[in-house]
Each structure stands twice: as C-alpha cells, then as structure tokens.
C-alpha cells in the first residue's frame, strides 16, 4: 500500500538567511545557535509517512512545531527546505493556483477555535467548503446536511452558531471539513479549546466517525493521553525535531529516550497497552496446544489490557492470545498482569 501522505525531510526556518541556516542545521548546528543570530528554526529535518485511512498523530509541547509542520502539509507554509507528496504529487513544487484547487478539493483542515461565521446559520457553515469549491447550492446544501447528521448534529440546520455549545459548534466544524469529501483531514489541536468532558465526546465522535468514513487524518495534539486514544501511529516533537514515531504502545514500552521517557510517566498504561504489549510471544502453534480447554475464553493481540484482566480472572491458566488465523502468538500469565499493575500502581 502506498502512502497517501508523505513529509521528507522537511525544514521551516523564519528569519535572514533561510537557505544558509538550513546548511547549518544539516551541518550539527541547533536552535540555540541560529537564534543568537536572529533565525528561528521552527521545524527540523522532519520526515514521516501516513498511509490511507491511518489516524497520524504529531505530538509535542508548546513550541515544539507541531503547527508549523500540520501547516507545510496543505501549503499554507512554504517549507524552507524539503518535500510533501500528496498522493505522490509534490505540493511544494505547485503554483499558487494549483495549490489553492488541492486544498479546496482534497485537503481540508480543522482549526482549534471554531471559525464559524456568526451570520450563517449551522448547515450554510457546514456547506461554505463546498461553495468555495462552486458546488451548486441544492447540492452543498444537501451534502452538509448530510455530514452534520454524522456529526450527531441532526435537527440543528436551521440554527445559529451562538445557539450551539462549544463541543457543538467543533462538531460543525468537523462536518464542514467531512462534506467536502476531502481525501485528507488536517486537525489543529482541533479539541483543545473544549471542556475534558466535551473533549473526549469528540475523540469519541472521531473514531466512530473513522470507523465508518476511513479518512487520511493528521492530528496534532500537546495532550499526551489524547495523542495515545487516537493516533494509530504518533510522532513526538521537540524542538522542532520528531524524536520517535510509533504506535502507542511503541512510545510507551519502548521510548526513544529520556525525554519521551518522562513525558509519557504519568499516561494511564493500562488504558493503552493491549495483549500484544505484555504477552510472552515465546509460544508457537495452533490452538489446540495453547493449554487451555476447547471453547475457553482467549485473546487477540488487539484485546485492550482492562478486558485482558477480566478473561485472565475468569481462567486458571495463562490467556491464549490468537491471531485472525486461530493461531496461538502468545500467551499472557497472570503474573505477568499482576507484575505490571503492581509497576502502575508504584508509578503514580
């Protein structure tokens, strides 16, 4: 499978001299030095790819350039230095008109404040990508009446933004972007500005969304545990550098280094980790040498750790883990669940 979106080695440098100060970079210089002299490097060397229907997540610390990045994927920033490949066309060797068609029919993007027009109603800022793509107002109309029903928003067409909450008005948001049917969605710390609980409905509307739509999406977050529910692979930065790319459980068991050590030290493992994070994969076969009687209860390597427990509790001997073939991979002894709690209860 091809990628749908691809970064190379992509650099944002603001101030004198870009060019000169992206050789240096390459050459070991780092942020610290190019400031003294008036130059800030707000991305570095950064490369990555996101296959079609994956949920990429960048995520970092205040100033660590994680918008700069999200805003060179879709044109809105030149990169200093490098290449974005849509669909394996290079978007940064487009005109400005070319570039401005991608981004009206193939890419759209989710601000973290709303940006609603207060003098639309609900479906008119639902439909406003799509009229800025000259579909016909019947059809636009339909089409984001459509997409704001996905978004749990049904019966609220005919309102005005100052009528909705803020989770609402986000959810209008997110149907703007989804009735445009764009291949590609940019989501710019898209939750952050909403209440916790409003927060994780959203994250809730967006993977049942993705269930059903399959969409291409790059989300940046600075919130860790937001980062770790939604990404299927998630990049940290620092710096302006990716420091370690990954699925959650990558950057949790195995992380880079010190630093994404300690900023993953107070995430809520067990809420993350699956099967296949902490069985013994020293075990081969088929099912029927797994140790367990025909018909008991066993896992997949995707079994969430919390319903692992409850199938080990339920058993007298370790918990086969099987594959989509009913092939043992591993299997999981309750030690080994009770060793890991004990490592999360000394840790908070």
């Known amino acids: 499978?091809?990628?749908?979106?691809?970064?190379?080695?992509?650099?944002?440098?603001?101030?004198?001299?870009?060019?000169?100060?992206?050789?240096?970079?390459?050459?070991?210089?780092?942020?610290?030095?190019?400031?003294?002299?008036?130059?800030?490097?707000?991305?570095?060397?950064?490369?990555?790819?996101?296959?079609?229907?994956?949920?990429?997540?960048?995520?970092?610390?205040?100033?660590?350039?994680?918008?700069?990045?999200?805003?060179?994927?879709?044109?809105?920033?030149?990169?200093?230095?490098g290449h974005v490949r849509f669909d394996g066309q290079d978007l940064t060797a487009l005109s400005a008109r070319d570039l401005r068609a991608v981004r009206a029919n193939k890419i759209?993007?989710?601000?973290?404040?709303?940006?609603?027009?207060?003098?639309?109603?609900?479906v008119e800022n639902a439909a406003y990508g799509l009229e800025v793509q000259?579909?016909?107002?019947?059809?636009?109309?339909?089409?984001?009446?459509?997409?704001?029903?996905?978004?749990?928003?049904?019966?609220?067409?005919?309102?005005?933004?100052?009528?909705?909450?803020?989770?609402?008005?986000?959810?209008?948001?997110?149907?703007?972007?989804?009735?445009?049917?764009?291949d590609l969605l940019l989501m710019d710390e898209s939750f952050s500005a909403l209440d916790p609980l409003i927060r994780r409905d959203m994250q809730d509307q967006l993977l049942e969304l993705q269930t059903e739509l399959k969409k291409t999406i790059v989300f940046i977050t600075h919130d860790l545990n937001e980062a770790m529910r939604l990404g299927d692979r998630v990049a940290v930065m620092r710096d302006g550098r990716i420091v370690q790319i990954g699925t959650a459980e990558d950057i949790l068991v195995r992380p880079a280094d010190d630093y994404v050590a300690?900023?993953?030290?107070?995430?809520?493992?067990?809420?993350?980790?699956?099967?296949?994070a902490v069985m013994d994969k020293d075990v081969r076969g088929d099912e029927a040498d797994c140790g367990c009687e025909s018909g008991c209860e066993t896992a997949t390597p995707d079994t969430p750790f919390t319903e692992l427990c409850a199938i080990s509790a339920r058993l007298s001997h370790p918990v086969a883990v099987l594959d989509a073939q009913r092939q043992l991979v591993g299997v999981v002894p309750n030690r080994r669940l009770i060793s890991f709690l004990g490592e999360e209860a000394a840790r908070a």
């Open 262 to 276: 300690s900023f993953t030290q107070d995430v809520d493992r067990s809420r993350v980790l699956t099967a296949a």
């Open 134 to 182: 000259g579909v016909a107002k019947a059809e636009r109309l339909a089409r984001a009446t459509e997409a704001l029903e996905l978004c749990g928003l049904k019966g609220w067409e005919k309102s005005w933004p100052d009528e909705l909450s803020g989770g609402m008005q986000q959810r209008v948001g997110l149907a703007r972007a989804l009735a445009t049917d764009a």
């Open 1 to 81: 499978m091809s990628a749908r979106l691809e970064a190379e080695h992509l650099y944002k440098v603001f101030g004198r001299r870009e060019e000169q100060a992206v050789e240096r970079l390459r050459a070991g210089a780092d942020r610290e030095e190019l400031r003294a002299d008036g130059t800030t490097a707000a991305v570095i060397d950064a490369s990555f790819t996101v296959e079609p229907g994956q949920i990429f997540v960048v995520m970092g610390l205040s100033g660590s350039g994680k918008s700069t990045l999200l805003r060179m994927l879709n044109g809105l920033l030149e990169p200093t230095a």
């Open 108 to 122: 759209s993007m989710v601000f973290q404040h709303f940006a609603l027009f207060p003098h639309r109603s609900v």
